[in-house]
């Protein structure tokens, strides 16, 4: 048996292990004992929460389940499809958990998740949420390429909101009644803004608590982290409220202050998710290459260019110096919180600019082990501790029988190097294999596919504005498109535009878009062809 084995043959070797194990199985060259989907062949499984590989084991997984995790060598197995690893590492799926899906088209982001090895993510809004069902239905049934999506559907925030498909809660009597309609359409996690008024932000957390959901949040502008600790919060955002909680003297943060919010986030079981690769002054030097471009929508890099343009304009040097100053403070607060045995969450807030959808996690995990983890504790704020954070602890989050078929499949072991989880030579996702040549086809189709739109096409410059404003918006911002010198108008845009917001649910947006595109280019005869066949209502199905 392979030196490590016995370790965890008491919880590895359950009825099935013990089938073979005490020599009651069927005799060689006997019908199969196992028959199954996919059999992963003589691999080595990461251990994740024991920060241990266990070698030469067969992974089976069978209707989308790990079936059993037994030895390897035994020959009674048949297999649809048999996966030789020779010796390559797998490890439970990746979740990103702190996304915004922020597209028209699942089709555009949701395949590079898979590609990268992100078999799940928690979308916190800003996305239509009857899109976001169709979008985790279609990918449970294989008609699209897809991670698991586990959603806000919106961001509650108070008065004034900041975004128009936010749901706005100003009073604790408008909660039950404003919520219990997400809850009936689906969704398990209410998404917090910081405008919230203190006693209403309490409420709902306790509304999720009451109603068996989790919650997530930025803090109140005038709560600390401690508060939303005990109000019952489930995970914290971008380390928001951190100022008002930890005092800083010489660039270091109080030991004290870090001491009273590490006790307060563990006697809670609230989780933190600092997105730490969320920074405007990093993240472009690390995803703003040709090739990472070359994977992203065309209406995301429209987006992203313009947004940094603004960034550099109105940032002085010592601007630049304090948000330097203030990413690295965060790293050094994340190690520190982390020493303390506070958990993480691993999210990237993809696709804010030069955070691609997929690869964007991995710099996360690094940023993790930079701060202070040992790549185990990293490879746990994207397995291990979002199962716990979703209560699915037997579900998700291992490598082991019962446990859903999510899993990903390396080259090297990321126990000794964590930038190997972007070594990834096959993907399993609800138990069907994507080899490593499926994910090169996929990518490539992807790129293919995205490359017939450009960012200085009308409807890429102005798709953005228009999921966050409406075509109003977007006309606000491109008052006269024809003679923006940097932009590219032509009758096919808008109308491409059109047919993706009828597509998506928003026929009165579709009749604005068409119509300003007959503006612009009057008489155009598909646009008319396109309104008049424009139905009142086409809802996603």
Partial sequence: MT????????????????????????????????????????VNVVDVRAGEVVSSLDVL??????????????ERVRAETVVALDGGYVVPGLWDMHAHLRTYEGQDVLPMFLAHGITGIRDLGLTDFRLVRRWERESARGALWGPRIVSSGVIVEGATPRFASSLSVTAVDQITPALDSLVEQGVEIIKLFQNLQGPVYEALVTYAVDRGLQSAGHIPTEWDQVRGAEAGLGSIEHFWGMSNTV??????????????????????????SPTLVNNPLTAEALFGDDESLAYTPAYHRAWWSRLSEGLVAGMTPADSQALRAAASLDRVIAGELARRGVKFLAGTDTPNPYLPAGL???????????????????????????????????QWGAVDEGYEADLVLLAASP??????????????????????????????????RLATRSAEDLDQAIYMEVRRNGVEGAKRLYPDPLREGDLVAQPPHLLRLGQLLVESGLPDQARQALEWNLELFPGDAATVVALEALPDSRPPT
């Fill in 247 to 272: 005092s800083v003297s010489d660039g270091s943060p109080s030991s004290e202050d870090l001491d009273r919010l590490a006790s307060a986030l563990l006697a809670a079981g609230t989780f933190q």
């Fill in 360 to 394: 964007s996690l991995h710099a996360e995990l690094r940023a993790f082990v930079e701060s202070g983890m040992t790549p185990a504790e990293a490879l746990r704020t994207a397995t291990v501790y979002p199962a716990e954070y979703f209560r699915r602890e037997g």
């Fill in 3 to 42: 030196e490590g084995y016995p370790r965890i043959a008491p919880r590895r070797l359950t009825r099935l292990g013990w089938f073979f194990a005490t020599g009651f199985g069927l005799v060689s060259g006997c019908t199969p004992a196992f028959e199954v989907d996919v059999l992963l062949e003589d």
């Fill in 415 to 448: 126990l000794e190097d964590i930038a190997n989880t972007q070594r990834v030579v096959g993907v399993v996702t609800r138990g069907r294999y994507l080899s490593l040549e499926a994910i090169e086809d996929l990518k490539r189709a992807h790129r293919i």
């Fill in 61 to 74: 997984v069978d209707e989308g389940v790990v079936v059993a995790v037994i030895p390897h060598g035994d």
